[in-house]
Each structure stands twice: as structure tokens, then as C-alpha cells.
């Protein structure tokens, strides 16, 4: 990889820019802080961090949230000397911030997908590891860039929820050597765990008990899935973050193989997210325009709710699984 060349890029840049993707999750924000800290240690600057959509609470916690900023505080007629796309699979999946992107005059994307096209003028993607997280972990030793405490915190969240506190399949011996260094460094662990995954709202633990009550099961329980309407949203109360985590617990059935989310959007589409055991979902969302991981993806429909799952339906039970 071409890591001579990012390395100049960012010395010689001025303006610089790191864009999450939309909905971010902990890869996204955690890789995005990560990249923000090592520039500023290492070349001592400051860069603009874009997230179109809202930063979820639970991820507030990390060394310099505050400075990320909403799109509504960039000038949108700025033009970068270098975007850096961190965990963006697909260009469009950084939203309105796909503009600065565009007209940067350096790009930049890093990622972890195995459907990522690359996109930019360097690419550096790693199929093979589980996140963006531990991708830029072995991105800083390969550059010799020092990994503070507070750049180690955002690799360890990055890590930490794209490998589902290191459950998923996608958990390799490299990932928990890039972890016990982190951890090395000064992690703390028990105070992350507590962080990202005991700091449920009320709320949220309602919204998805009433989700999860009213799922529907197929298949002899193999597909469970449910659909939630803008009324159920309304009726708790519920914002995306409320989503976070909905769906493992459909796949946490003993006998599912597939699940999924359906999510009614305000535009007349449907959203879903997908997880699986053994299924691959990625190229499920694939016919759909959407992707992601072999059993974690995404994909959303021009359709109302209850139609779109019957598009979904059929495509699955065409697999035969």
C-alpha cells in the first residue's frame, strides 16, 4: 500500500476534511477521531470532521467529539486540499458530504469492506480485517506514527463494536494483537464496555422490547423479522440510535438464520438492516443497491414497508438456504 504517498499528502496539505458515513456507528466515528488525533500528534494540525447525520451518544465520550461538526457549520462552498473517507464503502454513503469529496483536490478512502470499488486517488482498503479501526491500527506501526492514549481509545471503540465486543466471526488473531496493544497503551476497558453498551435510555429498551414482541417469523423460525413504522417511532418516542443493536437480538434466536429490520422512512422508502449466521446478506442488499458485510448489511428500498419485505422475502427464498 501506498503509505509514502499518504504520508506526503497530508504534510504538504492545508485543508483537510474526515467524513463518517451516514447513521454513523462506532467504526465510523471511532476510525474519524482516530485519523483526527494521529494528523494533529503527528503533523500538528487540525482538521475539519464531518458527520451528516448525528453523532449517537454513547460515542460522546471519546477525546474530541466536540469538534465534529454538522453540516449545517462547514461552508459549503470550501474546497479541501485532501477528504479523507473513513469506513465509507460507497461514495454516496457519505451523504450531502459527498460534495467536498468531489471537489477535493486530494481523496482518500479507508475502509474495510469487500464491496468498496475504491473510489479515490488512494485507496486503502482491507477486506480481511474487521473493521476501519484495526485497518488505520496497522496503517500508524506500518507509518511509525505514535499511537497516543486518547488515539488509542477511538481504535479500541472502532474495534470493539465492529466485531460486536469480538463475537463476530470477523474477530482474527490480528485483531486482539492490535487490541492488546491498545490496551497496552492504556484502554480502559471495563470503563469502554460500560460506555457503549450499559448506557441504554429507557426509552430505547422500550422501543425495542415492543419492536422485537411483534416480530414475525418464517422458514420454521430460520427468517425473523419486523417492521417498524413512523408511528411506532412516534409512539416511543425513538430516534436512529434506538435501532442500535435491534437486530442482533432477532438474530441472537436460537433459530434464525436470517434477520432483518424494515424501517419506514419519512421519503417513501424502506430501510433494512440485515444480520445473518451463515447467509451471506451482503449480496442480498447487493441486488438492492445496498452492501456491507457477508452477515451485517444494508440496503434500503423505494417501496412502502410491507412491500418492500415482500421484495425482500422473495429474493431470500430464492437462495434456498
Not at 486517488?121 to 496497522?138: A, Q
Not at 465492529?162 to 463475537?167: A, E, M, N, Q, Y
Not at 429490520?261 to 445496498?290: L, P, W
Request: net charge neutral; hydrophobic share 40%.
Amino acid at each position: 500500500m501506498d503509505f509514502d504517498n499518504l504520508n506526503n499528502i497530508i504534510k504538504f496539505s492545508k485543508k483537510i476534511l474526515i467524513i463518517s458515513h451516514v447513521n454513523p456507528d462506532g467504526d465510523t466515528i471511532g476510525s474519524m477521531l482516530a485519523m483526527y488525533n494521529i494528523i494533529l500528534e503527528t503533523f500538528k494540525k487540525h482538521t475539519d470532521m464531518l458527520a451528516v447525520s448525528k453523532v449517537p451518544e454513547i460515542y460522546k465520550f471519546l477525546p474530541n467529539t466536540r469538534y465534529i461538526k454538522q453540516l449545517d457549520e462547514i461552508d459549503k462552498s470550501m474546497v479541501y486540499d485532501l477528504v479523507i473517507n473513513v469506513d465509507i464503502a460507497a461514495k454516496d454513503r457519505a451523504g450531502e458530504g459527498e460534495i467536498f469529496f468531489d471537489r477535493a483536490k486530494n481523496t482518500v478512502n479507508i475502509d474495510h469492506h469487500k464491496t468498496n470499488i475504491g473510489y479515490a486517488d488512494l485507496n486503502f482498503i482491507t477486506p480481511e480485517r474487521s473493521s476501519t479501526g484495526e485497518n488505520l491500527f496497522y496503517m500508524f506501526k506500518s507509518l511509525g506514527w505514535n499511537i497516543s492514549l486518547d488515539t488509542a481509545k477511538c481504535l479500541y471503540a472502532a474495534i470493539l463494536t465492529d466485531t460486536g465486543s469480538f463475537r463476530f466471526d470477523n474477530t482474527k488473531p490480528e485483531t486482539l494483537i492490535a487490541t492488546a496493544e491498545l490496551i497496552r497503551i492504556g484502554v480502559p476497558v471495563v470503563e469502554m464496555y460500560k460506555k457503549i453498551y450499559e448506557s441504554d435510555s429507557k426509552n430505547l429498551v422500550q422501543f425495542q422490547g415492543y419492536c422485537v414482541s411483534k416480530a414475525k417469523f418464517l422458514r420454521d423460525d430460520k427468517i425473523a423479522y419486523t417492521i417498524v413504522f413512523k408511528k411506532d417511532m412516534e409512539k416511543f418516542s425513538a430516534n436512529d440510535e434506538c435501532f442500535e443493536g435491534l437486530t442482533e437480538k432477532l438474530r441472537a434466536i436460537v433459530t434464525t438464520e436470517i434477520a432483518f429490520v424494515a424501517k419506514e422512512m419519512k421519503s417513501g422508502f424502506t430501510k433494512f438492516s440485515f444480520r445473518s449466521k451463515n447467509i451471506d446478506v451482503a449480496e442480498i442488499c447487493a441486488i438492492f443497491n445496498g452492501g456491507g458485510h457477508k452477515f451485517a448489511a444494508g440496503c434500503t428500498i423505494k417501496a412502502k414497508p410491507e412491500d418492500a419485505v415482500k421484495m425482500v422475502l422473495k429474493e431470500i427464498e430464492r437462495r434456498n438456504f
